[in-house]
C-alpha cells in the first residue's frame, strides 16, 4: 500500500494502474480516519470487488458546525495505516486541509430536499460539508465505485442522489452497518462515551429492533411507531433524544399517518435515531419495508 499526501501524486498513481491494468476498476472508500472495524469491512468489500481500492483518511472541516467536535474528532494515522492496509486498500490518500482547501471554498455543492430533515436539521450545513468534499474527492479519485456505510443512512441517500442528479460516473455501494456484539453501531465517536454512558448506549440498537417488531403489529402508524421509540430512549437515564424519526426511504418524507399495513406492498421506510449522551451524539437507524 502507497501512502499519498498531495492530490497531483494520487492523481498520478490511479492514472498510472489505469494504464497498466486495462479495464480493471478502482473501488473507493471516503473516511475521516480513526479506522474501526466497520471501515475495515469497506475496505475488504472494495478490494473483493475491484483491482485497486483508495482510502481517504480527511476530516473535513466543512461539514462540522462551529460548536461541533472539529478539533477533537479522534484521529490515529499510523494505526489508520496499518488498518487499511491490511483491510486489502492499495492507494491511502491523507491529505492535509491545506491540501483539500488551499484557499477558502467559494462553491458549494447542496442537495435540496433530503437535507433539511435528520441530521441536516441537527446539524446546519452539514450535508453541504459532506457533498463538497465527496464531490472533490469523486473528480480527483474518478472510481468505478464507492462505498458507504448505512449507520449514515441519510449520508446514503443524498450521496445517491447527488450522483444521479449531477451524473457522477460512479456507482453506489451502500454497505450494512458493523455492530459491537451488544449491538451498538461501530462509530469513531463511541470512544468518546465514559463506561456508564457505552453501557447505556445500547439502547439505540434496542429501540430500532423493538421498532422494527412494532412495525409488523397490525394497526401500527409511523405516528405510534415514532411515540414508541421516544418512550423507549427514555430508558435509558443518560440518553437525550435528539431526534427519533420514522420517514420514507430512500426520498426521507414524512409517511402518510395511516397503517403502515394499509400502505402499498414494496413501501420502504427508515427509522432513524440521534441520541446524545453528554457532549456524545450518536445515530443509528434501520430500514423497514412492507
Ligand atoms: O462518512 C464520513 O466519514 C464522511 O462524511 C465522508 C463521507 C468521508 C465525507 O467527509
Redesign the pocket.
Known amino acids: 500500500m502507497r501512502l499519498i499526501e498531495s492530490i497531483a501524486e494520487l492523481r498520478a498513481a490511479i492514472a498510472d494502474w489505469r494504464r497498466r491494468n486495462p479495464g480493471g476498476t478502482v473501488g473507493f472508500v471516503?473516511?475521516?480516519g480513526y479506522l474501526h472495524e466497520g471501515h475495515a469491512s469497506l475496505i475488504r468489500r472494495a478490494a473483493a470487488e475491484n483491482g485497486l481500492t483508495v482510502v481517504?483518511v480527511?476530516?473535513?472541516p466543512l461539514?462540522f458546525g462551529p460548536n461541533e467536535d472539529f478539533e477533537r474528532y479522534p484521529r490515529d494515522a499510523e494505526r489508520d495505516r496499518q488498518t487499511a492496509e491490511a483491510a486489502g486498500a492499495g492507494l491511502l490518500f491523507m491529505p492535509a486541509v491545506s491540501e483539500m482547501y488551499p484557499r477558502p471554498a467559494a462553491t458549494r455543492v447542496t442537495i435540496a430536499g433530503l437535507t433539511d430533515r435528520l441530521c441536516g436539521a441537527s446539524r446546519p450545513g452539514h450535508f453541504d460539508?459532506?457533498c463538497t468534499?465527496?464531490s472533490k474527492?469523486f473528480n480527483i479519485v474518478m472510481p468505478d465505485a464507492a462505498y458507504?456505510?448505512l449507520k449514515?443512512a441519510q449520508?446514503v441517500a443524498v450521496?445517491e442522489r447527488m450522483v444521479s442528479d449531477l451524473n457522477f460516473p460512479v456507482r453506489i455501494v451502500p454497505c450494512e452497518t458493523v455492530r459491537e456484539p451488544d449491538g451498538l453501531a461501530m462509530s469513531?465517536r463511541n470512544v468518546y462515551l465514559s463506561e456508564e454512558e457505552r453501557r447505556q448506549a445500547v439502547i439505540l440498537f434496542e429501540t430500532l429492533k423493538m421498532a422494527e417488531e412494532k412495525f409488523a403489529e397490525p394497526g401500527m402508524t409511523p405516528g405510534a411507531l415514532k411515540a414508541a421509540m421516544h418512550a423507549h430512549i427514555r430508558r435509558a437515564p443518560l440518553a437525550e433524544t435528539d431526534y427519533a424519526e420514522v420517514l420514507t426511504w430512500p426520498d426521507l418524507q414524512p409517511p402518510a399517518d395511516i397503517p403502515f399495513d394499509e400502505m402499498p406492498r414494496g413501501s420502504r421506510f427508515i427509522a432513524a435515531l440521534a441520541v446524545k449522551f453528554g457532549r456524545t451524539r450518536l445515530i443509528d437507524n434501520r430500514l423497514l419495508s412492507r
Do not use: H, K
Request: proline share 5%.
Open positions: 471516503p473516511t475521516m481517504s480527511f476530516v473535513n461539514q460539508g459532506v468534499v465527496v474527492l458507504f456505510g449514515d449520508q450521496i469513531s
